[in-house]
C-alpha cells in the first residue's frame, strides 16, 4: 500500500503542495479557476516552520485511526483496503471531534460549511497532487519498504563518499 | 498567542509599544514575518526565475529535479540574473532619489523654486569647480547630464584613488551613466541576453558604482548645497521624542526635499498660533528612517525611530500625521493609521498608498504644502483619543552631524589627527556600519552589539541610516560613550570631544564614507581595498543595500552582511562574492548573523590590513 513520506532534508518551504492540493480539491482543478471559487477550496497538507526546520505536514492515515474513533456520526472512516481515511461529507457535523483528537493537527475546517476537511490522499489519481508537485522530491508516493530503501540508498551513498574522501 | 516582545527588539521602547500592538490586537511586520514561515527556500536560495513566460522556473538545489530552466538557464545564471536585478532596483532608488533633488537644484538655479535657496555657497563653488562649470544653472545641467551620460566617466568617480580607477578601468566596470548601468541589467537579465554569471556580476558592480560614486553622491552633495552641510549638534532619539502635549508630525522615507520644508513650517508663528487655539502646546516634528536622518543632521530634528518603529510610532497614538515621501515605507501604515485618528500622508506623485491622503509635493510650491501638511496634522490634534495614547518615556541624547567636513573640523582642519591615531594603533581601523532593520534579526540586536564591540576593540564607527538611529537610541553617539570604547580609541575621542560611532547620514550619505575612504587612501598613498577598514550591515533587507554592500566591496571594503542575500543556490555565485572578488576588485563579502562573531571577522580583516601596511 503506497503512503505520501516526507524526505526532512529535502523540503524548502515553497508550499507548491499546499497550492496543488487546494487545486486539485477545487471544483475547476485549475490554479485560475479555483482561485475565483467560493468558498475557497482548502489545503490539506501544511507545510510548517518550527526550530528552523521546514516541513510539510500531512494525514498519516493511522491505522484504528483516533479521528474514526471518536466521529459520532460516522463521518469520519477507514477504508478497509486501502487503509485511507476519509469523510463523508454528508455525515459531518463540524464537532471537531477528529480535529481534537488529531496527534498531527491536520484536520482542517471549512468553517461555513462547518465541515472537518481532510486529506483523502486524492482519490481518483495515480499520485497525489501534492507529491506530484513537489518540486525537490521531497515528498514520496510509496510503498514504506521502497522508502526505506531510499533513505538507505541516500545513506549509503553519503557513507561511501565519506569513506571514500578518507580512505 | 503572545509572543514575547524579548524575541523581538532588543529596544525598550520598542518592546513596550510590541507589548501594546500585542495587548490592542494590532498587527506589525514582527506578526507578518512569522505568518510567512516558512519562507519559500527557492526564493531565499535565489534559484526562481520569472525573467519570462515559459516559466516561472526553479532548479532544484538537491538535483533530483530540473537542473536547468526552461531557456537551458543554470542555477548559476538565474542566481547571477537575480542579484543584478536586485542591484539595479538598488541603485535606481537611490538614484532617482539623486534625480529629484537634482532637479530642485536646477529650478533653485533657474529661480522657479522660491521655497528653497542655497545654504552651502562654499560647497556649490567647490562643485562648480569640480565639474569646471562657472554658473548654477551650468553646474544643474552638468549634474543633471550624468544620468542620461553614455559613456561616462561620472564625475564623482574621479574622487576615487588612483589606482582604484585604474582598476575599475582595467575590468571594464568604470561606470558611464547613472541611467545606462541599471537599462543595462535589465536588459542582460531579459531572457537570453548575458548567461555568464562573472560578466553578470562584473555588470553588477558597475551599475552598485554608479550608485555610490554617482547617484548617492549627487544626492548627498546637492542636498547639503541646498540645505546646508551637516554640523556636530545634539539631539535625542526613541519614541519617547513624542509629545504628549504637542502636535506630533513625524516625517518618514528618504528625500529631505519636503521634510526640510516641513520643518520650516512648523516653525512657522501662524502654524504655532493655531496650534495654541486647538490645546497643543506646540508642533514637534520627529523623524524615521533615513528622511529623519536627513533632518536630524541638518537641523538636530530628534529620531522617532528606526525602519522597525515606524508601525509602533503610529500605534503611540500620538501622531497627527504620518507623512511620507519615497522608500521603506510600509504599505502596512494605512490600516494601521485607520485604527488610530493618524492622518497617513503621501506625498509623492511616484509613492502611492492604500489608506493615505494624498498631497502631492511639488518644488514650485514646495513651502505651501508642507505648511498644508503641517495645517491638516495641527487640525487633526484635537481627533487624538487620550483612551489610546501610550508615548514611551525612552529617549536617548545623541551628537549627529559628521559629515566628511565635519570630522576634518573635529580634527582640527586635516586628516592628520586621525591618520596619526591609526598608525599609532590608538585607533585600529574604521567601521563603516550601515543599513536597515529586518525581523530576521531581533531589532537593533545585531547593529548595537557589532558597535559596542568594535568601539571596544578600538575600532571608530562610522554609521549610517538605520545603524545610526539604533546607535542614538543605545547611546553610542554621545561623546560619553567613548567610556564603552577601548583605551586606544578613548583617549582619542577625549581628546577630539567626539563620540566613538560618527554619525553621517541617510543612506545615500555612504557615499561621506566612500569619500572619507578615498581621502584617507590618497593620504597614506595607497588603494582603499589596503586601508585597516572594514563595512557591515547586520540587518539589512533592501534592494538599496544589495547596491550598497556591492559598491562598498566594489571600492576595496571587506563587507559583513548580517542577513543571508539570495546567492546560496549558486555556489560558484557564492563563492565569487565571498572569496573570488577579493582578487578581481580587493574585497569580498562575509555573511555572519552572529554580530559578535561578525565583528571579529571585520577586526582579523582590519588587524591582517594593519600588518600589510607595516603597523
Known amino acids: 500500500m503506497k503512503e505520501v513520506f516526507v524526505r526532512l532534508d529535502r523540503c524548502l518551504g515553497c508550499k507548491s503542495c499546499e497550492n496543488a492540493c487546494a487545486v486539485e480539491h477545487s471544483s475547476?482543478?485549475?490554479?485560475?479557476?479555483?482561485?475565483?471559487?467560493?468558498?475557497?477550496?482548502?489545503?490539506?497538507v501544511y507545510v510548517e516552520m518550527v526550530e528552523g526546520q521546514k516541513m510539510p505536514m500531512i494525514c498519516r492515515h493511522c491505522k484504528d485511526a483516533s479521528c474514526v474513533a471518536v466521529c459520532r456520526t460516522g463521518a469520519m472512516w477507514q477504508d478497509p483496503t486501502s487503509g485511507v481515511v476519509d469523510r463523508h461529507a454528508d455525515k459531518c457535523v463540524g464537532c471537531w471531534m477528529c480535529a481534537m483528537v488529531c496527534p498531527n493537527g491536520v484536520i482542517g475546517q471549512q468553517k461555513d460549511a462547518r465541515l472537518a476537511v481532510k486529506c483523502d490522499r486524492c482519490s481518483g489519481r495515480e499520485v497525489p497532487a501534492c507529491v506530484e508537485a513537489c518540486p525537490t522530491h521531497a515528498l514520496i508516493f510509496s510503498e514504506e519498504e521502497e522508502f526505506s530503501e531510499l533513505l538507505r540508498k541516500d545513506a549509503a551513498a553519503r557513507i561511501t563518499r565519506i569513506y571514500r574522501a578518507r580512505a | 498567542m503572545a509572543k514575547d516582545v524579548r524575541d523581538r527588539s532588543i529596544d525598550p521602547a520598542s518592546r513596550e509599544m510590541l507589548d501594546v500592538c500585542q495587548r490592542a490586537g494590532l498587527e506589525t511586520a514582527w506578526d507578518r514575518y512569522e505568518k510567512q514561515q516558512p519562507q519559500c527556500g527557492f526564493?531565499?536560495?535565489?534559484?526562481?526565475?520569472?525573467?519570462?513566460?515559459?516559466?516561472?522556473?526553479r532548479i532544484d538545489p538537491f538535483g533530483e529535479g530540473a537542473i536547468k530552466g526552461v531557456c537551458g538557464a543554470t542555477a548559476d545564471i538565474i542566481v547571477a540574473r537575480n542579484f543584478l536585478r536586485s542591484i539595479a532596483a538598488g541603485a535606481a532608488a537611490h538614484s532617482d532619489h539623486a534625480r529629484d533633488v537634482a532637479h530642485t537644484f536646477r529650478a533653485v538655479a533657474r529661480g522657479e523654486a522660491p521655497s528653497y535657496g542655497i545654504k552651502d555657497q562654499a560647497k556649490l563653488e567647490r562643485l562648480m569647480k569640480e565639474y569646471g562649470v562657472d554658473t548654477e544653472i551650468a553646474l544643474a545641467d552638468a549634474v543633471m547630464a550624468e544620468f542620461g551620460m553614455q559613456d561616462g566617466p561620472l564625475q564623482f568617480t574621479r574622487r576615487a584613488p588612483a589606482r582604484r580607477l585604474a582598476l575599475w578601468k582595467k575590468l571594464g566596470i568604470e561606470p558611464r551613466g547613472i541611467d545606462r548601468e541599471i537599462v543595462e541589467c535589465m536588459h542582460r537579465t531579459h531572457m537570453g541576453v548575458d548567461n555568464d554569471y562573472v560578466s553578470l556580476i562584473l555588470q553588477g558592480l558597475r551599475t552598485s558604482l554608479a550608485d555610490g560614486w554617482g547617484g548617492s553622491m549627487i544626492a548627498t552633495e546637492l542636498q547639503d548645497v541646498l540645505f546646508g552641510t551637516p554640523a556636530p549638534t545634539f539631539s535625542e532619539a526613541n519614541l519617547g521624542v513624542l509629545e504628549l502635549n504637542q502636535v506630533n508630525v513625524i516625517v518618514h522615507g528618504h528625500e529631505p526635499l519636503l521634510s526640510e520644508m516641513i520643518v520650516a513650517a512648523a516653525a512657522d508663528p501662524q502654524l504655532l498660533e493655531l496650534a495654541k487655539k486647538q490645546g497643543a502646546a506646540g508642533i514637534n516634528v520627529a523623524g524615521i528612517c533615513c528622511t529623519g536622518n536627513e533632518v536630524l543632521m541638518r537641523h538636530g530634528v530628534p529620531a522617532a525611530g528606526n525602519f522597525l518603529q515606524q508601525e509602533l510610532a503610529v500605534a503611540t497614538g500620538a501622531v497627527d500625521a504620518m507623512v511620507v515621501d519615497v522608500q521603506c515605507i510600509m504599505p502596512a501604515l494605512g490600516a494601521l493609521a485607520g485604527c488610530f485618528h493618524t492622518k497617513f500622508i503621501s506625498t509623492s506623485p511616484k509613492a502611492r498608498f492604500p489608506g493615505a491622503v494624498h498631497i502631492e509635493f511639488k518644488e514650485q510650491t514646495a513651502r505651501e504644502t508642507a505648511s498644508a501638511i503641517v495645517q491638516t496634522a495641527v487640525l487633526n490634534y484635537k481627533n487624538r483619543n487620550p483612551a489610546k495614547v501610550h508615548i514611551?518615556?525612552?529617549?536617548?541624547?545623541?551628537?549627529?552631524?559628521?559629515?566628511?567636513?565635519?570630522?576634518?573640523?573635529?580634527?582640527?582642519?586635516n586628516l592628520d589627527p586621525l591618520i596619526g591615531a591609526i598608525k599609532s594603533g590608538a585607533v585600529r581601523g574604521i567601521g563603516a556600519v550601515v543599513g536597515c532593520n529586518n525581523p530576521k534579526i531581533v531589532h537593533d540586536y545585531g547593529h548595537i552589539n557589532m558597535v559596542k564591540e568594535l568601539i571596544k576593540k578600538d575600532v571608530l564607527v562610522l554609521t549610517t541610516g538605520c545603524n545610526a538611529?539604533?546607535?542614538a537610541k543605545a547611546g553610542l553617539l554621545l561623546p560619553e560613550a567613548a567610556d564603552l570604547a577601548g583605551e586606544g580609541l578613548k583617549g582619542v575621542c577625549k581628546a577630539l570631544g567626539i563620540p566613538p560611532v560618527l554619525h553621517m547620514g541617510s543612506c545615500v550619505d555612504i557615499s561621506r564614507i566612500l569619500v572619507a575612504a578615498a581621502a584617507l587612501a590618497n593620504a597614506l598613498g595607497v588603494d582603499i581595498s589596503d586601508l585597516p577598514a572594514a563595512g557591515a550591515a547586520p540587518e539589512w533587507m533592501s534592494e538599496k543595500a544589495v547596491s550598497i554592500g556591492a559598491y562598498v566591496v566594489g571600492s576595496g571594503v571587506f563587507t559583513v552582511l548580517g542577513t543571508v542575500p539570495p546567492v546560496l543556490g549558486s555556489s560558484a555565485v557564492a563563492g565569487l562574492l565571498t572569496g573570488g572578488a577579493k582578487d578581481v576588485v580587493g574585497a569580498c563579502f562575509a555573511v555572519e548573523p552572529d554580530p559578535f562573531k561578525a565583528a571579529l571577522l571585520m577586526i582579523d580583516h582590519i588587524d591582517r590590513q594593519r600588518k600589510k601596511l607595516g603597523l
Not at chain 2, 514611551?392 to 582642519?413: C, Q, R, T, W, Y
Open chain 2, 469 to 471: 538611529q539604533a546607535c
Open chain 2, 43 to 57: 526564493g531565499e536560495l535565489g534559484l526562481c526565475c520569472r525573467n519570462c513566460n515559459m516559466g516561472p522556473c
Open chain 1, 28 to 44: 475547476g482543478k485549475s490554479l485560475i479557476a479555483a482561485l475565483s471559487e467560493k468558498p475557497a477550496s482548502l489545503r490539506r
Open chain 2, 392 to 413: 514611551p518615556n525612552e529617549k536617548s541624547k545623541a551628537m549627529v552631524g559628521f559629515s566628511v567636513e565635519a570630522i576634518v573640523g573635529a580634527l582640527g582642519g
